[in-house]
């Protein structure tokens, strides 16, 4: 019975080593679930600011894609409306009764007589009945004139360009910031 004594004591032991090990291997088995855990709650929570920043950068750059979409819809609508302007402008006073076109007549040869004495004055076809009675040597109708006058000295060396065309275009780039001003306050 001897030899069932220490089969028995090493069975025993064996156990008890086996038990050992194996709360050993439990033990840490746990320690590296919890370790696990611990490692996927920190890469959740890196993942989870960073997919929230990522969010946020998103919404931001649409917000201002779509912020400067609207403001070149709006400046190219005040483009629009300042275009109109302009020509409607322009033809309004291409469309001046004889009367008005007689009176802005006279303001251009009263403001060249300031450069140029007793100018020659190029006028539209049909337009150099408007410049009787002014102080201009001789009125020329010429057809590449729209609306308005082109005035030259007496030797042809000067001329000064009237038209209404060339006026509202230099009133206009002069004056832009304060159309725009009045037009959209």
Same mark, same amino acid.
Request: include cysteine; charged fraction near 35%; glycine fraction near 6%.
């Given at each position: 019975?001897?030899? /069932?004594?220490?089969?028995?004591?090493?069975?025993?032991?064996?156990?008890?080593?086996?038990?050992?090990?194996?709360?050993?291997?439990?033990?840490?088995?746990?320690?590296?679930?919890?370790?696990?855990?611990?490692?996927?709650?920190?890469?959740?929570? %890196?993942?989870?600011?960073?997919?929230?920043?990522?969010?946020?950068?998103?919404?931001?750059? !649409?917000?201002?894609?779509?912020?400067? /979409?609207?403001? %070149?819809?709006?400046?190219?609508?005040? %483009?629009?409306?300042?275009?109109?302007?302009?020509?409607?402008?322009?033809?309004?006073?291409?469309?001046?009764?004889?009367?008005?076109?007689?009176?802005?007549?006279?303001?251009?040869?009263?403001?060249?007589?300031?450069?140029? !004495?007793?100018?020659?004055?190029?006028?539209?076809?049909?337009?150099?009945?408007?410049?009787?009675?002014?102080?201009?040597?001789?009125?020329?109708?010429?057809?590449?004139? !729209?609306?308005?006058?082109?005035?030259?000295?007496?030797?042809?060396?000067?001329?000064? &360009?009237?038209?209404?065309?060339?006026?509202?275009?230099?009133?206009?780039?002069?004056?832009?910031?304060?159309?725009? &001003?009045?037009?959209?306050?």
């Amino acid at each position: 019975m001897a030899l /069932e004594n220490v089969v028995k004591d090493i069975m025993e032991a064996a156990e008890a080593q086996a038990a050992a090990l194996r709360s050993e291997g439990e033990a840490e088995a746990a320690k590296l679930l919890a370790e696990a855990d611990e490692s996927v709650s920190e890469l959740k929570e %890196k993942e989870g600011k960073r997919l929230e920043e990522t969010i946020g950068r998103l919404h931001r750059q !649409e917000l201002s894609s779509a912020e400067l /979409e609207s403001k %070149k819809i709006v400046l190219s609508k005040k %483009k629009e409306i300042l275009d109109r302007s302009y020509e409607e402008t322009l033809a309004a006073l291409l469309a001046s009764d004889a009367k008005a076109k007689k009176k802005y007549y006279g303001m251009m040869v009263d403001a060249a007589k300031q450069v140029l !004495e007793n100018p020659k004055a190029y006028c539209p076809p049909g337009e150099a009945k408007n410049l009787k009675g002014l102080d201009v040597s001789e009125a020329v109708e010429d057809p590449a004139i !729209e609306g308005g006058l082109v005035l030259e000295s007496a030797d042809g060396s000067v001329q000064l &360009d009237m038209q209404f065309g060339s006026i509202l275009r230099s009133v206009w780039e002069n004056e832009m910031k304060a159309l725009s &001003d009045i037009l959209f306050g």
